[in-house]
Nanobody, 129 residues
């Protein structure tokens, strides 16, 4: 089982970017039954990894790191079974490698519900003029 991020790249200050997190070996939507979470973390050079945004599946409640509130939005795409991060009004301090994380009980492709803690490989976001 794994999650794969995509959508990173170079964006100018004030610009927008959308990141995508897709699952392989399990379905994200299955996490709704037991309130599993999907999160986006980031790690800037020389800094520790920090939680950027989290969504609790099923209730779809969300929470954000203070510096991104009002600029970033985490949401599910039910059709594509992805969890995305819409980033607007981007700032140079948003430059980092962004990681997707799945945590909780999900149904795998064999139909078994089991606890998962899965990290992606990360996607680089650079905010620069």
């Amino acid at each position: 089982v794994q999650v794969v991020e995509s959508g990173g790249g170079l964006v100018q200050p004030g610009g927008s970017l959308r990141l995508f997190c897709a699952a392989s070996g399990f379905t994200i939507s299955s996490g709704r039954i037991n309130g599993a979470t999907m999160s986006w973390y980031r790690q800037a050079p020389g800094k520790e990894r920090e939680l950027v945004a989290i969504i609790v599946l099923g209730v779809d409640s969300t929470n954000y790191e203070d510096s991104v509130k009002g600029r970033f939005t985490i949401f599910r795409d039910e059709i594509k079974d992805t969890v995305n991060l819409q980033m607007n009004g981007m700032e140079p301090d948003d430059t980092a490698v962004y990681y997707c994380n799945a945590r909780g009980t999900y149904r795998d492709d064999q139909g078994h519900y089991r606890y998962l803690e899965v990290w992606g490989q990360g996607t680089l976001v650079t905010v620069s003029s």
